[in-house]
């Protein structure tokens, strides 16, 4: 096996892990965005998301440390959900170049 090879390989390994461990990651992130509703003076904030056909809305409450924690995690799922999505691209390209190789 050529050096190159192997070095495919590693990668094509590294790769492998690295998705699973930010799909792992992302079981425990939230999805789905805030929606806030006013009633009155008074403003709700609600975590909206798709559970199969159904759309559910949780409560997240008026604490705005908590809805500032969910924002953060929301955007923290979004970026592991990019990076996912740039390493199975890669992992495409690893395997071009094995077939080639």
């Given at each position: 096996?050529?050096?190159?090879s192997?070095?495919?390989?590693?990668?094509?390994?590294?790769?492998?892990?690295m998705?699973?461990?930010?799909?792992?990651?992302?079981?425990?992130?939230?999805?789905g965005?805030?929606?806030?509703?006013?009633?009155?003076?008074?403003?709700?904030?609600?975590?909206?998301?798709?559970?199969?056909k159904?759309?559910?809305?949780?409560?997240?409450?008026?604490?705005?440390?908590n809805?500032?924690?969910?924002?953060?995690?929301?955007?923290?799922?979004?970026?592991?959900?990019?990076?996912?999505?740039?390493?199975?691209?890669?992992?495409?390209?690893?395997?071009?170049?094995?077939?080639?190789?």
């Amino acid at each position: 096996m050529s050096l190159i090879s192997a070095l495919i390989k590693k990668e094509s390994i590294r790769n492998q892990k690295m998705i699973s461990e930010y799909e792992k990651e992302l079981e425990s992130l939230p999805k789905g965005s805030i929606k806030t509703k006013v009633i009155g003076n008074n403003c709700y904030y609600y975590l909206n998301y798709r559970d199969g056909k159904k759309v559910v809305s949780k409560y997240i409450g008026k604490d705005e440390s908590n809805i500032e924690y969910v924002k953060d995690q929301l955007a923290k799922r979004h970026h592991i959900e990019l990076m996912i999505k740039h390493l199975k691209s890669e992992q495409l390209q690893i395997k071009k170049l094995e077939a080639i190789l």
